[in-house]
């Protein structure tokens, strides 16, 4: 199938519920036949739905930087784990080696991962699906105000539409599959 990259936190001191919906969301993409795509990282949500992929019989990639295996934060049971410079090269590895992408609730790293592909997506460089998964309304907030540089001439509509919102694992499965089909 798919090689869906995930972007979501990696902080280890989150509240049980984010890293229930990475660890689902991880499984969920294993048993739909999809390959993980990851930041490399074992800690938080991101560690989190590497093994929910792994349990799920997903294939995960892990890309990393160097800096951040030398903080010994690899995800060494990646089945792939590919080390870069930095963390430019990280993202551009990521972007080349996926399908689509699927950002969960994260913090300031997520939204650099989740704007560069953004950004790129409208530029053209590519055209692969992205999906936000905002189960109970996380990015709503960063939407609106999104949504509001529309009447002002900072962002286009059409990056709006860009980029869907699912509620819920399997609509953004299934978002990101019909998208990839069509």
């Excluded at 993409?29 to 093994?51: F, I, K, N, Q």
Aim: a negative charge; charged letters at 20%; proline letters at 3%.
């Amino acid at each position: 199938m798919a090689a869906i990259c995930v972007f979501c936190a990696s902080s280890d001191t989150l509240e049980q519920r984010w890293l229930d919906l990475a660890e689902a969301t991880g499984r969920a993409l294993g048993e739909r036949g999809h390959t993980l795509v990851s930041g490399g990282g074992c800690v938080g949500m991101m560690g989190t739905v590497a093994d929910g992929a792994r349990a799920g019989g997903a294939h995960t990639l892990g890309i990393i930087p160097q800096c951040l295996v030398d903080w010994e934060v690899a995800d060494t049971a990646s089945d792939e784990l590919v080390v870069t410079a930095d963390m430019g090269a990280r993202k551009n590895v990521m972007i080349e080696r996926s399908d689509a992408f699927l950002t969960l609730p994260g913090g300031l790293g997520t939204l650099d991962e989740l704007f560069e592909v953004w950004t790129t997506a409208t530029l053209g460089v590519h055209r692969k699906p992205i999906v936000l998964l905002d189960p109970d309304g996380f990015y709503d907030g960063l939407l609106t105000w999104l949504n509001s540089l529309v009447g002002t001439k900072f962002v286009r509509a059409g990056a709006m539409e860009t980029v869907l919102v699912a509620r819920s694992i399997p609509d953004a499965l299934d978002a990101i599959e019909a998208a990839l089909a069509g």
